[in-house]
């Protein structure tokens, strides 16, 4: 079983960047595909980024395009999430989440293993 830790938010001033990270434990984390997920007060999780272990394939929901970028390291064990351009509206709690599949899916229905999540929270 994967277990999950996010790490890395903050308060930051728009236009800001932060990075998010992930720590994973427990077997087959180099097998999973993860993505990173964010959830604002009275809305629902929504879809940020993902990458699949072997080929590290990326994916992005288009309003993060060329802002965010998600990498991973399966030899650290650790996903890593890096924001720029930072905007108010950037503002959620982030998950990362874990599925046990060659291939990713932007549901978060179809992950089975999430973290705590981590509090950002973009400044006007």
């Known amino acids: 079983q994967v277990q999950l830790v996010e790490s890395g938010g903050g308060l930051v001033q728009a236009g800001g960047s932060l990075r998010l990270s992930c720590a994973a434990s427990?077997?087959?984390?180099?097998?999973?595909?993860i993505g990173w997920f964010r959830q604002a007060p009275g809305t629902e999780r929504e879809f940020v980024a993902g990458?699949?272990?072997?080929?590290?394939?990326?994916d992005y929901a288009d309003s993060m395009k060329g802002r965010f970028t998600i990498s991973r390291d399966n030899a650290k064990k650790a996903v890593y999430l890096q924001m720029n351009s930072l905007k108010p509206e950037d503002t959620a709690v982030y998950h990362c989440?874990?599925?046990?599949?060659?291939?990713?899916?932007?549901?978060?229905?179809?992950?089975?293993?999430w973290g705590q999540g981590t509090q950002v929270t973009g400044g006007s």
């Open positions: 989440a874990a599925r046990s599949s060659l291939w990713g899916s932007r549901n978060s229905d179809d992950y089975p293993y």
């Open positions: 427990g077997v087959s984390f180099s097998s999973n595909y």
């Open positions: 990458i699949r272990w072997d080929t590290l394939t990326t």
